[in-house]
């Protein structure tokens, strides 16, 4: 029943939500979002969606706002007032005050012809067929659809500000949400001492380096630039077929187009190419192909990137 009234939404989608988008967006002040019992747990839920993406909020519970707390409202805000009857005595007061304040309103209710609904400026139609509660009492089917509305007035919001990840990131640098949209390959890379290797370099020099340096490493040319990688598991193909190995260069073993990572790369996406391709470790070039780095998956996976 839930998934249905959720679904039941998508036709009430119009011009009334993209008119409660532009007056959002077009004003100075906050969303202030009110709501009575689940409604308001709703409508808290709903002024935090709004504020971690871009679109400053706060809950105002209406009866505490009748006794003080009405100071937070501003001329310039915009209110969304959610009840499913949409007859809720809190709200017409604070209904009556938003009005002698000049402040825009968006109704989320079930009924489309109630109070609320008549002296609010946008109305968006959150009814529901039947609560999944089987005595159709229990807020359920109600709270859900409003939610839904919630989140996509939320998104519609996000997307008309041009809200991308970074912004989503300074607003979540806290936990592994954050460190995963906030970390760069920079931050992880190994860029001193990288392992490299002339193309000449022999396969006798190169175990020794593979060894030391953690089975990858990189082949430059003369001014630094990446020509290829060489990697253990290069090595133990070319001894299962070679029994003299010792005095081939480097580069007739080494990968010619290997996979690179860039310095100011998401962390997250460097990990995305090395399961892809199924390598341990990447190349860090800057934008002229020069070798600046190494980054491995174990640092990746210490630092929280996945």
């Known amino acids: 029943m839930e998934a249905q009234a959720v679904a039941a939404l998508e036709d009430r989608v119009g011009d009334q939500f993209a008119g409660a988008v532009e007056a959002i967006l077009a004003a100075p002040g906050r969303v202030i979002v009110a709501g009575i019992g689940k409604s308001g747990i709703i409508g808290r839920k709903i002024a935090s969606t709004l504020t971690s993406t871009g679109t400053p909020a706060s809950f105002l ?26 007859q809720s005595e809190e709200l017409r007061g604070l209904m009556e005050y938003l009005g002698r304040m000049g402040v825009r309103t968006v109704a989320m209710t079930g009924r ?21 509660c089987p005595h159709d009492l229990a807020p359920t089917s109600s709270t859900t ?64 380096l593979l060894a030391e340096r953690r089975g990858t490493a ?67 070039v800057d934008g002229d192909g020069r070798l600046v780095g190494m980054v491995h998956l174990h640092d990746l996976m210490r630092a929280g990137a996945v």
Do not use: N, W
């Not at 519970?61 to 949409?86: N, W």
């Open 218 to 284: 990189a082949v430059v040319d003369d001014e630094g630039r990446l020509l290829g990688v060489l990697t253990s598991g290069d090595l133990t193909r070319l001894m299962e077929r070679e029994e003299h190995f010792f005095t081939i260069a480097v580069s007739e073993v080494m990968t010619t187009t290997p996979r690179t990572a860039e310095p100011d790369q998401l962390a997250a996406a460097a990990v995305g190419v090395m399961e892809r391709h199924g390598v341990m470790a990447l190349p860090v």
């Open 145 to 208: 659809a409003a939610l839904a509305m919630g989140d996509a007035l939320a998104v519609a919001l996000l997307l008309r500000r041009g809200f991308g990840r970074d912004d989503f990131a300074r607003f979540h640098p806290g936990g592994a949400l954050g460190r995963r949209l906030l970390l760069r390959v920079r931050d992880v890379m190994v860029a001193e001492d990288v392992p490299a290797l002339p193309p000449h370099a022999t396969m006798r020099q190169a175990v020794v």
């Open 61 to 86: 519970h209406p009866v505490e706002a009748l006794h003080g707390d009405l100071g937070i409202v501003g001329g310039g805000d915009v209110a969304i007032l959610l009840s499913k009857s949409g």
């Open 112 to 132: 489309v012809d109630s109070a609320l609904a008549r002296h609010a400026e946008f109305v968006l139609d959150c009814s529901v067929a039947e609560e999944a």
